[in-house]
């Protein structure tokens, strides 16, 4: 003879809810045969510049953005596309090039002076970007002068104000972009001593005399004649 087993509103609801979570499980893991993923763009920053330079030199740094997702990636007018940052006390900007189409705007931050100078380069109003995947962006580069010594780090963030949506994590309304592992990329520049300019020689032996040939590096005043040719 059969047997009912009766359930508790409790227990009915709890049993209710196990069932309701196993089912939202399988269907999050479990993906039709053949899906794909959605989509996206991935921006990728790029940086060139030399590995060193002479105390209070000048050199360049060049800028570019790599796309290498799937989709394009947009940007609208007058919208941030790319921020480069020169960290460096001393160190300052002193030139800008970048494509037609944009703009830049200077920043710069730090206890008791500037020790971050950068510039955050827009497009222009009514101009709109549009970057293919596998498309370089390039064009954009920046003239440095350096301090006395240290290091400068130089670094390029692509999309920096997160507007493209690069993952399905990501929501469009999420500042910054979610994606930002590839976004920045950053090089190293050393400060070393400017060598001391060539020493001339005398021009004439009366040059070497009354003590002149030590002013040439000379030990006594023969050495001195006899290098004046």
């Known amino acids: 003879m059969g ?8 227990a009915t609801v709890a049993l209710l809810l196990a069932s309701l979570v196993a089912l939202t499980i399988s269907v999050v893991l479990i993906r039709p045969a053949g899906a794909q993923e959605e989509p996206l763009p991935d921006l990728v920053a790029n940086k060139e510049c030399p590995a060193t330079v002479e105390s209070g030199g000048h050199f360049t740094c060049t800028i570019s953005m790599t796309n290498q997702g799937t989709a394009p990636a947009i940007f609208g007018p007058e919208q941030f596309v790319l921020q480069d940052a020169v960290w460096g006390q001393g160190a300052l900007i002193l030139a800008v090039n970048h494509p037609s189409g944009y703009s830049y705007e200077n920043f710069s931050y730090g206890p008791g002076g500037p020790d971050v100078r950068g510039l955050w380069y827009q497009t222009a109003p009514g101009y709109t970007e549009t970057i293919d995947p596998g498309e370089t962006l390039s064009g954009f580069s920046v003239e440095v ?10 670094c390029a963030f692509a999309d920096s104000h997160g507007l ?45 005399k009354h003590g ?8 006594n005043q023969g050495q001195c004649i006899r290098s004046v040719g």
């Open 3 to 10: 047997r009912t087993v009766l359930l508790s509103a409790s």
């Open 145 to 154: 002068q350096a301090p006395e010594s240290g290091t400068i780090m130089n």
């Open 164 to 208: 493209i949506m690069e993952n399905p994590e990501q929501q469009p309304e999420d500042t910054p972009g979610s994606n930002e592992q590839n976004n920045e990329t950053c090089v190293n520049i050393e400060v070393v001593n400017r060598p001391p300019p060539p020493r001339e020689g005398p021009k004439s032996k009366d040059e070497c």
């Open 212 to 219: 002149g040939y030590a002013t040439f590096g000379f030990k």
